[in-house]
């Protein structure tokens, strides 16, 4: 594995957000990006499945939680879009297995931004290690509706072993609820991703900040 370059970001431990239009209540994803940030979270990913919303307007979105963000000291990822993470100026872009392949990201977001990759077995952690993925996700943990073509739950065994054994810095990710997320922490979660969770809350900065205590624990 290369070293990685000064300049490009690191995934820091914290709650990682990611926007969820559909299940936030009405609310605009800038909006609840804000509250994110309000609350204390360390990583935003920008993920828009609705398909009746525009490039140009998730462009717009993105540019305004890059503003947020950067005022704030927040990583901010934007899902799958390469050219919109590029024009917005985002620290970075996270892929599936089915997207573009990291080393062709690389070759067009260049050295200083930070490319995630899912991930779901123990070859593929390994294999993100030898394509040059900056960190990876991993899960989903438990059983989630928040994607369509998600792949069944992975559970804590996948999780154990890549805290042990991998390199890369991961998120954990899939089903994760207040309820649950101290054992995800146990089980070597320095990072961790919840969607409904916190989109979902009636006030999502108070959320948050309940969700920050389990990492401190």
Excluded: W
């Excluded at 872009?93 to 077995?121: A, F, M, N």
């Excluded at 998600?150 to 559970?155: A, K, M, N, Y």
């Excluded at 979660?189 to 916190?198: D, F, H, N, P, Q």
């Amino acid at each position: 594995m290369t070293a990685q370059p000064k300049n490009r970001p690191t995934l820091p431990p914290g709650i990682y957000g990611i926007t969820a239009e559909k299940f936030s209540l009405g609310r605009g994803n800038v909006a609840v990006a804000e509250a994110m940030i309000a609350g204390g979270v360390t990583t935003i990913q920008y993920r828009e499945k609705r398909p009746d919303k525009s490039h140009r307007q998730m462009l717009d979105e993105c540019r305004r939680i890059r503003d947020l963000t950067r005022a704030a000291g927040v990583l901010f990822i934007v899902n799958d879009y390469a050219e919109i993470a590029l024009l917005a100026e985002a620290d970075g872009v996270h892929v599936g297995q089915d997207d573009l392949p990291v080393p062709e990201l690389r070759r067009l977001l260049g050295p200083e931004k930070i490319i995630g990759l899912s991930t779901h077995l123990p070859e593929q952690a390994r294999e993100a290690v030898a394509l040059g993925a900056d960190y990876i996700g991993v899960g989903p943990i438990f059983a989630t509706q928040t994607k369509a073509d998600v792949v069944d739950p992975v559970g804590f065994a996948y999780l154990e072993h890549v805290a042990r054994h991998s390199p890369l810095p991961f998120a954990a990710i899939g089903g994760i609820k207040e309820g649950n997320i101290a054992e995800v922490v146990k089980r070597g979660a320095k990072s961790v991703c919840l969607v409904t969770e916190i989109v979902g809350a009636a006030d999502i900065a108070a959320k948050v900040r309940q969700l920050r205590t389990y990492l401190k624990a």
